[in-house]
């Protein structure tokens, strides 16, 4: 570990999303209080429509559209990607409610450099609708997992969940709120341990270096009541 991880320069970052970019949102602020370190050199939407893009350019960080449907494959819409952020020289990519598959074209470009978050306990319902699959199973917990991308879908390295619990007459859309809420703390808490340097990939495993008691606090978030 270096010795002193909060002077590292802030992550050079940009951000994938496909729609309302609540996620977004939160990185935006946990910068701008100072609780992550981070450069947000480029937002992308394969939607025109999609809400992300608008707090974007409200906060000044430039944002584009790629339609996903102008590309004959996955592969030329990911090679696409992948020029548009190494030009802003992007280290890290952060996918908030990003709706496209990413091919190896992607993943290889940034091996261990993109993160994804997902609304389910990974590996608990993976893929859509994971909170209406929750609701359906009947399980006590769910919550929310960041993850950085490898090849299988919503099966990378955990890097960081958090746990809400599971009422009776929960529907979709309250777990859904309860569980963004937790999704807005701990994707900033995620990739401020990537600006720190503090995360090694071990297989499939992640260690997060020098955890100290607190921080472990902040990796285990634990459910309350709503
Ligand atoms: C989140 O629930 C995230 O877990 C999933 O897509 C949703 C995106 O929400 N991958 P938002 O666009 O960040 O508000």
């Given at each position: 570990m270096s010795s002193d991880p909060q002077s590292r320069p802030p992550v050079k970052l940009g951000v994938l999303i496909?729609?309302?970019?609540?996620?977004?949102?939160?990185?935006?602020?946990?910068?701008?209080?100072?609780e992550l370190s981070a450069?947000?050199?480029?937002?992308?939407?394969?939607?025109?429509?999609?809400?992300?893009?608008?707090?974007a350019r409200r906060a000044g960080i430039a944002a584009e559209f790629i339609d996903h449907r102008r590309f004959a494959s996955r592969e030329e819409f990911d090679r696409t990607l992948v020029a548009a952020l190494n030009t802003r020289q992007v280290e890290l990519v952060a996918c908030a409610g990003f709706t496209r598959l990413l091919s190896p074209v992607m993943v290889h470009a940034f091996p261990n450099r993109i993160m994804n978050i997902h609304p389910a306990l990974?590996?608990?319902?993976?893929?859509?609708?994971?909170?209406r699959a929750a609701c359906d199973y009947g399980v006590r917990f769910s919550g929310c997992t960041v993850f950085f991308?490898?090849?299988?879908?919503?099966?990378?390295?955990?890097?960081?969940?958090?746990?809400?619990?599971?009422?009776?007459?929960?529907?979709?859309?309250n777990l859904t709120a309860r569980i963004r809420a937790a999704e807005h703390r701990i994707y900033p808490y995620a990739i401020r341990l990537f600006?720190?340097?503090?995360?090694?990939?071990?297989?499939?495993?992640?260690l997060v270096d020098g955890s100290s008691p607190a921080d472990e606090r902040l990796m285990l978030i634990n459910p309350t009541l709503p």
């Open positions: 496909s729609g309302e970019g609540s996620n977004l949102q939160a990185i935006i602020d946990a910068t701008e209080h100072g450069d947000i050199r480029l937002v992308i939407s394969n939607k025109a429509d999609a809400h992300g893009l608008e707090r990974c590996p608990a319902f993976p893929g859509v609708n994971a909170q991308v490898a090849d299988g879908v919503d099966d990378g390295p955990i890097i960081v969940q958090a746990v809400v619990p599971v009422m009776q007459n929960d529907d979709e859309r600006q720190e340097g503090r995360l090694r990939v071990h297989g499939r495993k992640l």
